[in-house]
Nanobody
């Protein structure tokens, strides 16, 4: 079992940048697939990016967001550049060892471990 803690959310103007962090409680996360999802109240959860046996992005964030992993820090980062108001959401990271290399990387219900979420607000 692994606990996940996100950080790095905040308020930024359109065109700005933020870096989200998802830190695992122990080194096991280094062998897990880790994904970022986001959700706006009243809407379905949306896949953003994942890493683990491949790196994948939603079309809406490709070329603006970068996911990366620091194994020494047990942390996965989501660098978000050129943020737009439509990026406003609660961002949550999720992890699961069975998802490593899986074609279902964008399916939230397949991830067992979740962080508490961090809010991102982009003002126009």
């Amino acid at each position: 079992q692994v606990q996940l803690v996100e950080s790095g959310g905040g308020v930024v103007q359109a065109g700005g940048s933020l870096r989200l962090s998802c830190t695992g409680s122990w080194s096991a996360i280094n062998n897990y697939a880790v994904a970022w999802f986001r959700q706006v109240q009243g809407r379905e959860q949306e896949f953003v990016a994942s890493i683990g046996g491949g790196i994948y992005y939603a079309d809406s964030v490709k070329d603006r967001f970068t996911i990366s992993r620091d194994k020494d820090q047990y942390t996965v980062y989501l660098q978000m550049n050129d943020l737009q108001p439509d990026d406003t959401a609660i961002y949550s990271c999720a992890a699961d060892n069975t998802m490593y290399g899986s074609v279902y990387y964008g399916t939230a219900r397949r991830y067992r471990y979740w962080g508490q979420g961090t809010g991102v607000t982009v003002s126009s």
